[in-house]
């Protein structure tokens, strides 16, 4: 370590610094809504799945899972963006849900090329 610059230290303390603070200002595809919502407490199955993310989605790199209450993926339908948003993706459901908690698991790919995921609960009754 000795052998180390002083003003060498500095800029990788500054670099180290610096990333530190940027990396959490860029844009990331975040999940604003979705529709069920998390832990959602439904009468009835949603026709459909809905999200709306920050930032525009890629969604070629994207994915979308549903798994029902035995933790086994659903057949869903191909996910589409919206018409007019393209922060916006809709997944038609096949056939209604049984009673049950599903997990909804997301990780997608915004067109700024950051990947992004997470995982909620719903219920439907
Ligand atoms: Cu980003």
């Known amino acids: 370590m000795k052998s ?4 060498y230290l500095i800029k990788l303390l500054l670099l180290c610094v610096s990333l530190f603070f940027i ?7 975040k ?19 809905a999200f709306t993310f920050s930032e525009a989605i890629e969604l070629g790199f994207s994915q979308f899972t549903l ?15 919206d018409a ?5 993706v809709h997944i038609q459901l096949a056939q209604p849900l049984v009673a049950g908690v599903y ?6 790919l915004s067109v700024d090329g ?12």
């Open 67 to 81: 798994m029902d209450s035995k933790q086994h993926p659903m057949a869903i339908a191909k996910p589409s963006l």
């Open 103 to 108: 997990e909804v698991q997301w990780q997608v």
């Open 84 to 88: 007019t948003n393209p922060n916006q």
């Open 31 to 49: 999940l604003t809504t979705a529709n069920p919502s998390a832990n959602a407490v439904l009468q009835a199955s949603p026709k459909e799945l």
């Open 4 to 7: 180390l610059k002083p003003a």
């Open 23 to 29: 990396q959490p200002s860029l844009a990331h595809a």
């Open 114 to 125: 950051h990947k992004t995921h997470g995982n909620y609960d719903f219920t439907v009754k």
